[in-house]
């Protein structure tokens, strides 16, 4: 088994910084864990907390807290610094490796979609961002690892459901996301990651009304016996 992770993100068009965190780590038991942060508003104050957020996430998981303990620090740390001011969406997407698992934790108002040889699977139960309610509640769900046939996890940051609306009225169509995943092979995330995308930055008319982050995780038979990891990073300025 292969784990490969690919992340698109892009900033709102004229912004210096996007408010949008996001980092990967390595999960003690093995795996990866994806963590994609959301503040309120943009500019360099909400860039500051998205990165405080998913820094702080990976260092919890890092030392082998679960997922939702993970949330609930970083839910507890935001409310009490910023006085219940300032919310911030959050999302950990985890391969975990030692349970046989795909874990998923949400505290944002965007889906998570999961793609596999059974079935399809939308996660998308109302759920309040952190940082403004002392006893958060995190949707989670756990899902057994096809390691036979593979699996793809997307997530996004609510930038990207965004798309469309001020440009032309007309928002992301969850069924054209569907459709792009599916012409596509799992383990080519990367290229899936960057057309969903490129799908919402047209709808913007080519200038992205809000910073958009896509997360792609997949999970795929391993092609070599020699276990080589790789890590490639494109961060244009």
């Not at 952190?130 to 046939?149: C, F, K, Q, V």
């Not at 960057?194 to 038979?221: F, N, Q």
Request: with cysteine; charged share 25%.
């Amino acid at each position: 088994m292969e784990i490969k992770t690919e992340i698109a993100r892009v900033r709102k068009t004229g912004m210096e910084y996007s408010s949008d965190g996001i980092m990967t780590v390595e999960r003690p038991g093995g795996g990866i864990s994806v963590i994609l942060a959301d503040g309120q508003g943009n500019g360099l104050e909400s860039r500051l907390l998205s990165r405080m957020a998913v820094n702080y996430a990976a260092s919890l998981v890092a030392e082998g807290k679960t997922n939702e303990e993970a949330m609930r620090a970083i839910n507890d740390r935001i409310y009490e610094e910023h006085e219940r001011k300032v919310p911030c969406s959050l999302m950990i997407l985890s391969v975990d490796t030692g349970s046989g698992m795909i874990e998923i934790c949400r505290n944002t108002p965007c889906p998570v979609m999961v793609s596999a040889q059974e079935y399809d699977a939308l996660y998308d139960d109302s759920s309040n961002p952190a940082g403004i309610d002392r006893h958060m509640h995190t949707e989670t769900y756990s899902l057994p690892i096809d390691e036979e046939n593979g699996m793809l996890i997307a997530g996004f940051t609510d930038g990207f459901f965004k798309a469309g609306h001020k440009h032309s009225g007309r928002g992301v169509n969850i069924d054209d996301v569907w459709k792009i995943i599916h012409a596509n092979p799992i383990d080519d995330c990367g290229y899936i990651a960057k057309s969903i995308l490129e799908y919402a930055i047209d709808l913007d008319g080519g200038e992205p009304a809000d910073d958009m982050t896509v997360a792609v995780l997949a999970v795929v038979p391993a092609e070599h016996e020699q276990k080589v990891e790789t890590i490639a990073i494109s961060y244009p300025y």
